[in-house]
């Protein structure tokens, strides 16, 4: 792919610039310090990490902040219920989708102007969006609008830590980072129903379009260029203020640069997908988070009918969940970053392969299948409600913990271009989560709980376990296959 190896990772290829340059001076003449990872500051690296968790959080909001006012839509724009869930399923399609046009420029022209653009998109969506008469063709389109300009975050945002932050603490960063992206499905529901149920739809569209107004101010004046192949380690930042003035839609191309990525195509998707690791690990994570979706879906009616819960306690029931993923994600990371710097002392060379972290998942896939497992069995024989939140945490932590090493992973396969792996691992899920959505009741309906969450989590163990046993197994040859491949 003409990537720079996607199995060295920093560590080695810094240390291998050491050598050569204490190699070309005379003895007894004192070396240069190694040149950075990254030139910013720690206090500023913090705060871009802020920044892109804070736009990670937006796209996922905008979808669940929606879901509770559908039966109002649908008695305003005077529909259906199947016309306004059409709304749902072109705002997931286009989520989808839509991240592997932005990351591959975002790979290949910059950052920043991704994040501009796109927000942009994103704002004037919202306001037309609250501002617009009901007609359902018109909420169709903006919904398409709105769903384009907000999907682009969460892969920019992964590109984003991958340029700020060297292999060795990334899980860990990327795990904050996640914290965005897992929270917007978590209070858009709560927020939704309060602007729906106290004030009215249209303050959702409102809310979303004045908080991310904010949030783009800061981008545009404080939010800098990181794309290595443009700036390379952002030495051109170094003491420097934070505040851009006046600001530039594009940064000037530094010199001394990393590799640049290829032209984003069709094709060099279609060649990143197909390379096993990479199209294992976004089925993985797919098929773990149509499973969640599944126990998500069907925690209203279940709470409602089988423990009697009202709507603002079942609201609060997702709280176990969303902690779940926090807990989760924080862990997950620091775990993952703990146990590649041991394998990196215990190597004779100093170096670990991007397939190392992926050896953590089985403990979170092993996790999630067991709260999908409980869920199903205490739901069905009405077992209290706190072994069921218990059981929705253990799937929530599960399928965080096994995202978190994905991601991980992902960045540090193709280091040139970290945005668009995240978006090709990303492209599965939403579909999974949409078709989980149409096929639970019924499978409820004719399984019933125990037996329907069963056979998901026996799925679970089987395809996703089992795919983390085959990468453990097949990854050192597809590896060098792909090294051979890109000699040639």
Known sequence: MGETNATMIT?????SSLDKIEGGHEKGQDAPPPIPYTAFSTPRRNFILFVVTAAGFFGPLSGGIYLPALNVLAEDFKVSDNLINVTVSVFMLVFAVG????????????????????FAIFIVANIALAASPARYGGLVTLRIVQAFGSCSVASLGAGTVADLIEPK????????????????????????????GQASWRWIFGFLAISSFVLWILIIFCHPETLRSRVGNGADYAGKTWISWPPSFQSKRAENTGPKSKVPTPMVFIRLFCYPPIGIVSCNTAVLFASYYCIAIIQPRVLADRYHWSTTNVGFSYLASGTAMIVGSLSGGRFSDWKRARAVKLSPTGTVDSERRLADQIWGVLLCSAGTLLYGW???YRIHPAAVLISTFLAGFGMTWVFVTSTSFLTECVPTQAASVFALGGLLRNPAAAVAAVIIQPLVGEMGLGWCFTGLAIMDLVL???AVVLLKVKSPSWRKQRDSAQKT
């Open 169 to 196: 603490n990334r899980a860990f960063a990327m795990s904050i980072f996640l914290l965005g992206p897992q929270l917007g499905p978590i209070l858009g529901p709560f927020l939704g129903g309060l602007f729906a």
């Open 378 to 380: 205490f739901c069905q």
């Open 99 to 118: 991240p592997l046009l932005w990351a591959g420029f975002a790979d290949y022209r910059g950052r920043r102007p991704l994040y501009i653009v796109s």
């Open 464 to 466: 996703v376990g089992g």
């Open 11 to 15: 560590d080695a290829s810094s240390q």
